[in-house]
């Protein structure tokens, strides 16, 4: 079956690989402490951020969505830390009328910080 004409994608997945990666977070884990032990509520997390690309994160409520992302922007309540993993920040510099592609990159490691 296809699909109509006004739902066909209008990229194919070579072209979006092509797209530079803006974030690019590698085995993240989040651990909050208790009494009870270390809660563990994220665990081996990995996804790509690349330009000009939308990324969706779906879940049960619970599931830890907003724990990553508070992660990620290095905003976690207390005692909630970064157990495990990278989060890299991929800065893409170009000179002004410069193609994308033709400025330099600098890597930053978020979770370093």
């Known amino acids: 079956m296809t699909m109509p004409d006004t739902m066909q994608a209008t990229w194919s997945p070579g072209e979006a690989e092509a797209a530079p990666v803006v974030l690019d977070v590698q085995g993240l884990a989040v651990d ?3 009494r009870r032990g270390v809660f563990r509520a994220v665990d081996g997390v990995d996804l790509v951020l690349r330009a000009g690309r939308t990324l969706a ?7 830890g969505k907003s724990v ?4 990620i922007l290095q905003i976690l309540d207390q005692p909630g830390r970064i157990a495990a993993g990278r989060v890299l920040l991929h800065r893409h510099h170009t000179t002004k009328g410069a193609a994308a592609s033709g400025g ?3 890597v930053v490691e978020l979770s370093a910080m």
């Not at 994160?57 to 599931?63: I, K, L, P, Y």
């Not at 990553?68 to 992660?71: D, H, I, L, Q």
């Open 57 to 63: 994160v779906v879940g049960e409520s619970g599931s």
């Open 104 to 106: 330099a990159e600098e």
């Open 32 to 34: 909050f402490p208790s």
């Open 68 to 71: 990553t992302a508070r992660a």
